[in-house]
Nanobody
Framework: QVQLVESGGGLVQAGGSLRLSCAAS????????MGWFRQAPGKEREFVAA????????YYTDSVKGRFTISRDNAKNTVYLQLNSLKPEDTAVYYC??????????????????????WGQGTQVTVSS
């Protein structure tokens, strides 16, 4: 079993930045693809970004390209999501997810909630205008 714990959320003004962390425990996630999803109030959960097991491939939804950056530190069993140039529409609960995979992945698989086996509890990001 893999346990995922997100942190780093908070309240920030539009244009500001946050760095989210997802710390894994239970197993090393160095052979796991990792993803970030978010759910805004009244909306379905949506894909934000994903990274392959070795960091060689990254995927982003169009609305965050150029503003968000996903990275990982396998030595620390942690995945990060740097959020820059935040907008009010980025307000959501951000979730980390993991699935054991040594493939490069594709956008279709990495962006699908059904592909992931493990999920964290989420961290709230609120962007004020």
């Amino acid at each position: 079993q893999v346990q995922l714990v997100e942190s780093g959320g908070g309240l920030v003004q539009a244009g500001g930045s946050l760095r989210l962390s997802c710390a894994a425990s239970g197993r090393t996630v160095s052979t796991y693809a990792m993803g970030w999803f978010r759910q805004a109030p009244g909306k379905e959960r949506e894909f934000v970004a994903a990274i392959s097991w070795n960091g060689g491939m990254t995927y982003y939804t169009d609305s965050v390209k150029g503003r968000f950056t996903i990275s990982r530190d396998n030595a620390k069993n942690t995945v990060y999501l740097q959020l820059n140039s935040l907008k009010p529409e980025d307000t959501a609960v951000y979730y980390c997810a993991a699935v054991r995979s040594l493939s490069r992945g594709t956008m279709a698989t990495m962006s699908s909630e059904r592909w992931y086996d493990y999920w964290g509890q989420g961290t709230q990001v609120t962007v004020s205008s």
